[in-house]
């Protein structure tokens, strides 16, 4: 086929751009989601909140953006007793968060879509390559387009460039996010003469290097024309491909670009496993989709909320049992965001030391006030008058007694005492 016969499908080319742009205007838009997670807290970190319930963490997916932490409040809606709304401690964004996430870039490696107008011999036949057989692809922009992707995730985030044609290349190995290089794809040279496009065998290969990784979130980016050599064979495969992705976790994005070769529609299978694909039809677009995805990835924000408050003496039933949590701005409901149901443990109650000891303050004060008293009749009082002592009553010696006179029988008088 030359490259004036290619020119003549381009009104083609124009109404399935149109068709793809119908199809994405119609996309719904991400219904935002909240989910909880109970975070203890660290004694060693927190120490005044030492003996506390754990904090709550929600994370907020698509929620209303550029809202400051303090308009946040987190109410129990099945508590029997009243609880006062609780106001958020702190407010993340996802750059910020606990979340790293795995990124594999997958990309198309056959000849014409990549591009040849930069190959000047077939490196195979060292023949020169005629010029109507060089066409202007998409490396050239993806190269400078994959840039905002490196700062798509939080520190410890990882990446991955791999491609598909014949076969599946890695072309940048799982490794920092940050170091995402689109540089690692090569040159034109690297895949001329590639004419398979494999989808399903780049997809399943990426999947399986997302296994291999820890990470909380995981994510496919596939980029190419969206088509697959057999593509009756590859819409099945896709199918149970996207049931694998689900069931692993791994969220998927992906567009499609058509440069100057416009495919047959009916090998379109990239909608399969992504339903919504957009289509970009210049270098612009390229990097505006990448810009899109990224946004996309980073729509989340974390709300820390205490379990209790030690300023309102109130809190969440911490009874090990499942409860009804709702997340709001203004205390208001956030559109489209519905209560969950979370498990809130430990069990965990105040410890209320039988309670304050009113009878003191009753005591406390009368025992005073009696001893006030009690120092006021002792210190004012007059002294008493000291008791009279009797006089000693006289001592009257008693007589000596006198010399008895008797008589004798010889007659002799005789004195005796």
């Known amino acids: 086929m030359t490259k004036t016969t290619l020119f003549q499908a381009l009104r083609l ?69 009243p609880i006062p709304p609780m106001k958020a401690l702190s407010l993340k964004s996802y750059i910020q968060g606990p979340d790293p996430i795995a990124i594999v870039v997958l990309i198309e490696g056959q000849q014409i879509w990549i591009g040849t107008d930069k190959v000047d011999v077939d490196p195979a036949t060292q023949q020169p390559v005629s010029d109507n057989d060089k066409y202007r692809g998409a490396l050239e922009h993806l190269v400078t387009a994959l840039e905002p992707l490196g700062k798509a995730g939080p520190p410890q985030s990882l990446g991955a460039i791999m491609t598909y044609n014949d076969k599946v290349d890695i072309r940048q190995p799982m490794g920092p996010l940050a170091q995402l290089n689109g540089a690692s794809l090569g040159t034109q040279k690297d895949y001329y003469g590639k004419q398979t496009t494999n989808l399903t065998s780049g997809v399943t290969e990426a999947l399986a ?53 416009l495919p047959d529609p009916e090998s379109i299978v990239l909608p399969v496993l992504i339903p919504g694909t957009k289509a970009a039809n210049s270098g612009d677009t390229i990097r505006n989709e990448i810009s899109g995805v990224v946004s996309k990835i980073s729509n989340r ?57 009113w009878w003191l303050a009753v005591v406390i004060p009368v025992g005073g006030l009696l001893l006030i008293g009690l120092g006021v009749k002792l210190f004012s009082s007059k002294p008493a008058a000291p008791i009279p002592m009797s006089a000693p009553m006289p001592v009257v010696q008693a007589e000596a007694p006198k010399p008895v006179v008797a008589s004798g029988e010889d007659g002799d008088v005789h004195r005796r005492w």
Do not use: C, M
């Open 13 to 81: 080319g124009a109404a399935i751009a149109l068709a793809f742009a119908l199809v994405a205007h119609r996309q719904a838009v991400a219904e935002p989601k909240v989910t909880y997670t109970v975070r203890p807290i660290d004694p060693l970190k927190e120490p005044k909140r030492k003996g506390l319930p754990p904090d709550i963490e929600a994370t907020v997916i698509d929620g209303p953006g550029g809202v400051p932490a303090e308009k946040f409040t987190l109410i129990q809606k099945d508590s029997r007793a």
């Open 209 to 261: 290097q997302l296994r291999k990784v820890p990470t909380p979130r995981k994510a496919l980016l596939v980029i190419g024309s969206g088509t697959d050599t057999a593509p009756d064979r590859a819409r099945a495969e896709l199918k149970e491909l996207k049931k694998q992705a689900d069931t692993d976790r791994v969220e998927l994005y992906g567009f499609t670009y058509q440069p100057e070769i």
């Open 301 to 357: 924000f974390y709300v820390v909320f205490p379990g209790y408050d030690p300023k309102l003496k109130a809190g969440f039933t911490w009874d090990g049992q499942e409860h009804e949590l709702e997340v709001q701005v203004d205390n208001k409901e956030i559109a489209g965001i519905e209560p969950a149901t979370v498990v809130l443990t430990p069990i965990w109650k105040i410890k209320s030391g039988g309670g304050f000891p």
